[in-house]
Nanobody, 125 residues
Framework: QLQVVESGGGLVQAGGSLRLSCTASGSTLDYYAIGWFRQAPGKGREGVSCVAFTGGSTNVADSVKGRFTISRDTAKSAVFLQMNHLQPEDTATYYC??????????????????WGQGTQVTVSS
């Protein structure tokens, strides 16, 4: 059973940056698609960005395009979400999720089978 572990959340002022990390306890992230999702209080969970394993194809939500970057480090078996120019509307619990590799990825909740517990990101104005 894969256990997904996120880290790197915290409190930051608007305009600041954070880098979230995703690893899998007892396993490698190789050969899986990895997605980052977020859920703000009172809202549904939305896809933020994802990366396929083969070829490193990525997908980024319009709301974060140009500010957030997803990357994979196969040597560390980790996936990162670099978040720059953070805004108060980015405040949410951020989740990492693991899905089957298809050579591409989509930001759909149903495409992912294993989810982490989430890490809180709070952006103050």
């Amino acid at each position: 059973q894969l256990q997904v572990v996120e880290s790197g959340g915290g409190l930051v002022q608007a305009g600041g940056s954070l880098r979230l990390s995703c690893t899998a306890s007892g396993s490698t992230l190789d050969y899986y698609a990895i997605g980052w999702f977020r859920q703000a209080p009172g809202k549904g969970r939305e896809g933020v960005s994802c990366v396929a394993f083969t070829g490193g194809s990525t997908n980024v939500a319009d709301s974060v395009k140009g500010r957030f970057t997803i990357s994979r480090d196969t040597a560390k078996s980790a996936v990162f979400l670099q978040m720059n120019h953070l805004q108060p509307e980015d405040t949410a619990t951020y989740y990492c999720a693991i899905g089957h590799e298809r050579g591409w990825c989509l930001l759909r909740n149903d495409d992912y089978d294993y989810w982490g517990q989430g890490t809180q990101v709070t952006v103050s104005s």
